[in-house]
């Protein structure tokens, strides 16, 4: 499985972007939970949208709730994160991460903050500036 992300960039407090994440090889929403994490310099991953494929579930994470959309598109194998009203703490670098077995059918407060996915893109930058 591989994992590719785009759409980041640098935006104006209050401003919105949208990520794309195209992810390719055996990946199928029928088996694996796939979702968006970020990380902030001197800080732990952290957990933002996560879609369970169980139940068709999204998570996100409370610092997102109300202002981050997750979504997908099953015919392209494509995930995307719609953030709106961009806070200067939203500022870094995104991954989208995919993984399948047990862990897929956690919630994303059940993963824990080590996020253990079996596959990482390799991340796209994010900036607001206030």
């Known amino acids: 499985v591989q994992l590719v992300e785009s759409g980041g960039g640098s935006v104006q407090a209050g401003g919105s972007l949208r990520l794309s994440c195209a992810a390719s090889?055996?990946?199928?929403?029928?088996?694996?939970?796939i979702g968006w994490f970020r990380q902030a310099p001197r800080k732990e991953r952290e957990g933002v949208a996560y879609?369970?494929?169980?139940?068709?579930?999204?998570f996100y994470g409370d610092s997102v709730q109300g202002r981050f959309t997750f979504s997908s598109d099953v015919s392209k194998n494509m995930v995307y994160l719609q953030m709106d009203d961009l806070k200067p703490e939203d500022t870094a670098v995104y991954y989208c991460?995919?993984?399948?077995?047990?862990?897929?059918?956690?919630?994303?407060?059940?993963?824990?903050?080590?996020?253990?996915?079996?596959?990482w893109g390799r991340g796209t930058e994010v900036t607001v500036d206030s």
């Open positions: 879609f369970r494929y169980t139940d068709g579930q999204i």
């Open positions: 991460g995919t993984v399948t077995g047990f862990v897929a059918t956690l919630s994303l407060d059940q993963l824990g903050n080590r996020y253990h996915m079996d596959y």
């Open positions: 090889g055996f990946f199928s929403f029928d088996a694996y939970s």
